[in-house]
């Protein structure tokens, strides 16, 4: 095997670059990705707040059929609302193609876990996105690098795996990354990407990352690069232009069949958060954006001669400068907020990492080695101690928070477990430390973690939050006829849930009074006595959440005289 070694003597650690070894990188690069992907996609019920209300706008679309006029007349299709949410929250694309993969996979999977595998589709498209975007900025192979930082963010894991808009917005951001990166070598191409990533992320998100993208393409034609080459420009310009018919079709048809809500809606997209959130997301990234964010700030100081007239520092500074900007003026206090920032510092990053010092490389990967190592260790741990009660304490604070006394052994998800621990150990044992391998063994940890948790895990997480067997007991409980439910004290996703698992919609203060309803459901306050509403309702059915017995709910029926 021949080798060619960049060295420049000034402690700076090149990588090994082998003719041959290529593929074995890809193959390594396609495995953790899938891996990435797959786990924790199926396996439990839809979390709150986020998957809460996908669940109940996917259960929504269920009940109206795609071919019925009607279902598109009425607003249910073109301008879909959640029961707990009754405004537009964003527009329909994430949930059209939720839902197309829960009735394409209803008869094998429950329908969220079936709409929840359109999110393993959406980062697909990501992954490749941001790959391509690194390889076209920087060199050949840097797009696996680029992959490899991407899916080791502390802060990614966790939304790349929840059933939310958010995520396809984020396909679409990079989408239109790609394609700026693209449009100086194929321009043409570069125009046809832009519009498609700018009409996927509105239609998914909404105003807010188009803006981010048209923002950041108005900047850029300010650039020589780019303003002194028509095509280049032109490209821009075009490719702004071809998401515009897109974009006018929904708002028109939201307009004309759901008028109220796109009128709403329309004018909370522009409404300035005060006091802005930018101090917050500045607190957020320390964390949620490692290692990517070292990487970049480090290749910014590296190359700080060429920043300014470089066009890949030009547009990754460019873009993440305009999406923080719009992000702390109008988004709320939300660390989804921040997915957008992730793609230029990662990109940023990726190229950067080449030219990191001896030391910083050394401490970097040693440093991702001890985290994910004590993660996993954690991981064991607790999965013991709800097996067998020791340590006592452990076990004691693991049962307060997910209300289980124990745990079933899982022979499949133990084996998963023991494997992927044993492949972390074995690559930290044969670890070879230089500049790419602290990425790849950051994005190694973060896959053996993440799947470690995930396998042993799961039964206390679901536990913890899943509202599932609660709303479907209540179910069984009603009466064959009622005119309607009344609620108390019930928030937005409990009843989001409560409609997706019992198919039950409520009636609130907003919209009917507790004499207009023969039942009427409450949830009690914790350390509030629990009374009754009045003489003329009785108690048919008493429930509790799993979780430390804090939420307990009580269904009443009025008495008939």
């Not at 959130?277 to 190359?303: I, Q, S």
């Not at 460019?318 to 992000?327: G, M």
């Not at 052994?409 to 391998?437: D, E, P």
């Amino acid at each position: 095997m021949q080798f060619y070694i960049d060295h420049d003597w000034q402690e700076n650690m090149a990588t090994p670059r082998a003719k041959v070894g290529e593929r074995a990188k890809t193959h390594l690069l396609i495995l953790l990705c899938a891996i990435w992907l797959c786990v924790g996609l199926i396996g439990h019920s839809p979390w709150k707040p986020f998957e809460s209300q996908t669940a109940s706008i996917v259960q929504s679309l269920f009940e109206h059929p795609f071919l019925s006029m009607q279902s598109w007349t009425e607003g249910y299709w073109i301008a879909p609302v959640s029961a707990g949410h009754p405004a537009l929250e964003t527009p329909p694309l994430f949930y059209w193609v939720a839902t197309g993969f829960a009735h394409l996979l209803s008869p094998f999977l429950p329908i969220h876990d079936a709409a929840r595998l359109s999110v393993g589709v959406w980062m697909l498209l990501t992954l490749i996105m941001m790959g391509l975007s690194g390889r076209e900025l920087w060199n050949f192979g840097v797009g696996r690098q680029t992959n490899f930082i991407f899916i080791g963010c502390l802060g990614l894991v966790v939304s790349a795996h929840t059933m939310m808009p958010a995520v396809a917005a984020l396909s679409g951001i990079t989408m239109a990354f790609y394609a700026l990166a693209l449009v100086i070598r194929k321009p043409l191409r570069a125009a046809g990407l832009l519009g498609a990533g700018l009409l996927i992320s509105f239609l998914a998100g909404g105003v807010l990352p188009a803006l981010t993208i048209i923002g950041t393409t108005v900047c850029l034609l300010l650039l020589p690069a780019i303003r002194q080459h028509r095509a280049q420009s032109q490209a821009l310009l075009a490719g702004v232009l071809l998401a515009v018919p897109g974009i006018w079709l929904w708002c028109s048809l939201c307009q004309q069949w759901a008028p109220e809500l796109w009128q709403t809606w329309w004018q909370s997209q522009w409404q300035v958060q005060l006091p802005t959130k930018h101090a917050y997301f500045v607190r957020t990234l320390a964390w949620y954006a490692w290692p990517a964010l070292p990487f970049a700030m480090w290749g910014v100081w590296r190359f700080r001669q060429s920043v300014l007239s470089t066009y890949r520092f030009q547009l990754g500074l460019i873009f993440f400068t305009v999406a923080f900007v719009l992000i702390g003026f109008y988004s709320d206090r939300s660390e989804v907020n921040a997915l957008p920032l992730l793609v230029p510092l990662t990109v940023l990053a990726a190229g950067s990492i080449e030219t990191l010092k001896r030391g910083a490389a050394g401490a970097l990967n040693w440093f991702g080695l001890i985290l994910f190592g004590l993660l996993i260790a954690i991981a064991w741990l607790g999965w013991w101690a709800m097996l067998n009660g020791t340590p006592v304490k452990l076990y004691q604070r693991l049962s307060y928070l997910s209300g289980l006394q124990m745990i079933p052994f899982s022979l499949l998800y133990g084996a998963i477990a023991v494997a992927v621990t044993l492949i972390w150990l074995s690559i930290v044992l044969r670890s070879k430390h230089s500049n790419r391998s602290s990425a790849t063994n950051w994005a190694i940890g973060m896959t053996c973690a993440w799947t470690v948790f995930m396998s042993l895990w799961l039964p206390m997480i679901e536990a913890a939050r899943t509202y599932q067997p609660l709303f479907e007991d209540l179910r069984k409980h009603l009466p064959t006829h009622y005119q309607c439910i009344y609620a108390q004290n019930i928030g937005s996703s409990q009843e989001e849930l409560l409609h997706y698992h019992a198919k039950i919609r409520l009636q609130t203060q907003a919209t009917a009074k507790p004499a207009d309803c023969d039942l009427y459901l409450i949830e009690d306050q914790p350390g509030k006595r629990h009374v009754l509403p009045g003489d003329e309702w009785r108690v048919i059915w008493e429930g509790e959440q799993t979780r430390q017995n804090r939420e307990s709910f009580r269904l009443l029926q009025r008495n008939h005289k």
